[in-house]
């Protein structure tokens, strides 16, 4: 699943952080999947869709066969179900609900191998999670009229009785009964579509088992758009009205799936593959066959300029391979999903768009599991401790989950890494699997032994802290290189990896292979000359942080002649750090010769941290420069002077650029220098409609900038319908800078608490806990009771916060 932080699989992106984070999300307790008397082999579900009353009436039939003789009682999830009848073969059986489960008293035991065909009637009305109903009202008036369903985890059961575990696959079907004038979909073919005066009847069959979670359902006044892969039909819905959009979205799909069928050497094993962009979704799920799709994939001709959901959409279509047709036997090894759908984005960056693009991915899914890491709590990938299944969607899962693949794949080599790959696919096809499932497949398609590999990245928490030096040694011609793992070694111990030292002279490279998993290592190398530059893991293949002491021209040389991007910006922060003129200009000079907007834009914040009237002024002659990424770089880094004159450069951005971001940060720029001349400007961008609302955004976080209480009874009318979720979302964060000011800032924020958009209401949870104000206990207590899990763990945190800042810290030890 993605989340919709960079839009991407719907993950736990972290609350608020703070002290015994990880006691308390990730507990004490081991969890297992749940012990099973029967497996499910089919379920059909016959539902009708009220959306007025927001209700939906089902019928539930699941076909199940016995694991064991003397099966008397059924069990199935169902939480705040209403149970109107159950019927098992035809006949009518006892049943009542106990601690969240639904019971059926048989009246003749099962045997080993014996099948039942179990019929549940019931109704969901106004369902707090597992099914969300759309609807235009107070929160937002605009919205349209929806239904859609997220069960994952664990959320299955809050719309349909069922065995709510990933190891258990069935096939199933669907038929949904809407309004006329709506459309339904789900999982697998249309089988049939029956019209009546004032309904219309959609059935889909799913002919593949596949995870209970995995099933969907999403309903809405749709547009279809279709395509074709081979044989396969591709299909796109959307509102009316916004097709164009759609096509710009979800343009690559059709290359994605081709890349994938040909690299995992899998063709795509469904009759179909469909995307479904709805409203107030918090990123992607990907329902086999029909992925589920934020309408932010909905981009709008502009908006394409710097915009796209690429990422998004290969990260779902990467989960019909790793995820769906093979799926986690339990969500402790989440990463088997998550952690190859993250890869594969890089995968499919790097096929289309080239190397720098993948490895500025990488760079990234680096940054923000370090941040995760060092802020909130460190686990091991595979960690069985949880409180709520959902805590571990997290950057431990998604990007450290990448980042040991992307390592295998190194250890590997790439023709054995496609073939563990295609092996582990077709070996484990429709079935649920662990962590050691992919460990033996690698070993029978590679014949290495591949535990301490995956004792060390999967099974162990954290990762490899060098700390180098390098001098030339002139007498004996030779380069010595002396590297020191510097992380705590009493927690997570030391690391082995294979090592790459790359020399670079006038003419030659040497580049040297080692197996690092000493303390301290010493190395020295016979060179034809003294070197130009010098680099440790050049092509990034190992997940670490190094610090590197080497002389100043070698630094100014790789970030001239760096042979990728990652390596000149990486120089670049280096070379920032120096803040004397010359390298100031070698820095601007660089910025303008870069081709990748990725590492200029890292270029140019590195510019920007300099901090001097130098960095001030070459930040001024960069100012249009021609792709709008690195200029918003450029806006953005002027705006964190806060010099009076950088106005006359900001306002024409302010008043109107090609790209939305660079308007939205000139506008930021222009608040943060907190005269009351811009405030106006500012105000007539709130009405300036835009894609995410990203003008409006960048217009609120202005005003809040300026700090002028005046503003504050602006950014609380912001902060409420009518306005959009992004702008809304906005005008959140900015009300939380005046909390220090103003005392009606908390409880303003504590009524947000409770919207009806989860991601919002998710916002404002995380905005509570940041401000740490004893005041927001109670609404926060209150949400600890939440039917959602992802509202009771932002809770639990922000509580967790709050009351580690009122709390007494006791004395300090001597």
């Known amino acids: 699943m993605a989340k919709f932080d960079g839009l991407r699989c719907s993950r736990y992106s972290g609350g608020v952080g703070g002290p015994n984070i990880r006691g308390l999300l990730l507990g004490r307790q081991p969890q297992y999947a749940p012990d099973r008397s029967v497996d499910t082999l089919h379920v059909a579900l016959d539902v009708s869709i009220d959306f007025r009353r927001r209700s939906l009436a089902g019928i539930c039939r699941t076909s199940v066969k016995s694991f064991r003789d003397g099966v008397k009682t059924l069990e199935f999830d ?41 019929e549940i ?155 479904v962009a709805v409203a107030e979704y918090p990123g992607g799920m990907e ?19 710097d915009n796209d959901l690429d990422l998004l959409v290969a990260h779902e279509l990467a989960h019909q391979w790793f995820g769906d047709l093979v799926t986690c036997r339990d969500w402790s090894h989440a990463w088997l999903n998550e952690g190859f759908a993250t890869y594969f984005e890089v995968l499919f960056q790097e096929h ?14 680096a940054r923000v599991y370090f941040d995760e890491d060092g802020k909130r709590y460190r686990r091991a990938i595979v960690c069985n401790t949880y409180k709520y299944p959902w805590v571990l969607f997290d950057r431990h899962t998604y990007e450290k989950g990448a980042w040991a693949l992307h390592m295998l794949r190194y250890e590997l080599g790439e023709a054995v890494w496609w073939k563990s790959v295609s092996h582990y696919l077709n070996k484990f096809r429709d079935k649920s699997v662990e962590t ?51 992380q705590d070694s009493s927690e997570e111990g030391l690391f082995k990896v294979p090592l790459e030292i790359r020399f670079e002279g006038r003419g030659w490279t040497r ?59 990486e120089a670049a922060a280096e070379v920032a750090r120096w803040g004397d003129e010359d390298s100031l200009a070698l820095l601007e000079r660089a910025i303008r010769k870069e081709a990748f907007w990725g590492a200029a834009c890292e270029m140019i914040r590195a510019l920007g941290s300099a901090g001097t009237e130098g960095a ?20 953005e880094a002027l705006g964190g002077f806060r010099r009076p004159e950088t106005a006359r450069f900001l306002k024409p951005l302010a008043m109107r650029d090609s790209s939305l971001h660079v308007v939205a940060e000139a506008c930021r720029g222009l608040g943060a220098l907190r005269d009351a001349r811009w405030r106006g400007l500012l105000e007539s961008k709130l009405k300036e409609n835009s894609y995410r609302d990203i003008i409006s955004s960048g217009a609120l976080s202005g005003i809040a900038a300026s700090r002028d209480p005046k503003a504050l009874e602006l950014l609380r009318r912001a ?36 919207d009806p958009d989860e991601r919002f209401n998710l916002l404002a949870i995380a905005t509570l806990g940041q401000l740490e104000d004893e005041r927001a206990l109670p609404t926060l207590e209150k949400l600890q009771n939440d039917p959602n899990s992802r509202v009771r763990t932002y809770a639990d945190e922000a509580i967790a916060r709050i009351r580690a800042g009122i709390e007494p810290k006791g004395p300090k030890k001597p």
Not at 221 to 242: A, L, M, Q, V
Not at 524 to 552: M, Q, T, W
Not at 738 to 747: H, K, L, N, Q, R
């Open 287 to 305: 329902h086999t066959t029909c992925t589920t799709q934020t309408d932010a994939v909905l981009i709008d001709r502009r908006a394409a300029l």
């Open 511 to 569: 580049t040297f292979k080692e197996r690092v998993g000493s303390k301290e290592h010493r190395f020295s190398y016979a060179l034809p000359g003294e070197p130009l530059n010098v680099e440790i893991d050049p092509d990034h293949r190992i997940l670490k942080r190094l610090s590197l002491r080497k002389p100043h021209s070698m630094w100014m040389h790789q970030l001239r002649d760096g042979p990728s991007a990652w390596s000149r910006h």
């Open 352 to 365: 289309d768009k080239g190397i720098d693009e993948a490895e500025y991915e990488l760079f990234h899914n």
């Open 719 to 754: 902060s409420r319908p009518p306005h959009g979720y992004y702008h809304r979302a906005q005008a959140l964060r900015s009300l939380a800078q005046y909390a220090p000011i103003s005392s009606e800032v908390v409880p303003w924020i504590c009524e947000l608490a409770f």
């Open 78 to 118: 169902a939480v705040d179900l209403r149970i109107l009848s159950a019927r098992v073969d035809g006949r009518p059986v006892r049943h009542r609900v106990k601690e969240r489960r639904l019971l059926l008293s048989l009246p003749k035991a099962l045997v080993e191998g014996q099948q039942a065909e179990v």
């Open 616 to 635: 001030y002024r070459r930040l001024l002659n960069l100012i249009r420069l021609p792709h709008p990424k690195a200029r918003r770089a450029v806006v």
């Open 121 to 275: 009637r019931y109704q969901v009305s106004d369902p707090k999670t597992g099914l969300h109903f759309v609807y235009p009202g107070k929160h937002n008036p605009r919205n349209p009229v929806q239904v859609w369903s997220q069960s994952q985890p664990d959320d299955a059961r809050y719309w349909f009785p069922c065995h709510d575990n990933p190891h258990e696959k069935a096939t199933s079907e669907m038929r949904i009964t809407v309004p006329k004038g709506f459309m339904a979909i789900s999982n697998g073919a249309l089988l049939e579509t029956s019209r009546r005066a004032a309904s219309v009847t959609y059935h889909w069959r799913m002919s593949r088992p596949h995870s209970i979670y995995l099933i969907s359902l999403a309903a809405g006044r749709f547009s279809e758009i279709t395509e074709r892969w081979e044989d396969i039909p591709i299909t796109y819905y959307c509102e009316k009205g916004r097709e164009d959009d759609a096509r710009r979205g979800f343009a690559k799909t059709v290359k994605v799936l081709d890349f994938f069928s040909r690299v995992t050497g899998v063709r795509y094993p469904y009759e179909k593959y469909a995307q």
């Open 436 to 486: 050691l499932d992919l460990i033996t497949a690698v070993e029978e398609a590679s014949g290495l032994n591949m535990r301490p590999f995956f004792d060390q990245w999967i099974f162990r928490p954290g990762y490899p802290v060098f700390r180098a030096q390098y001098h030339w040694e002139q007498r004996g011609r030779k380069a010595a290189v002396w590297l020191l793992q510097t």
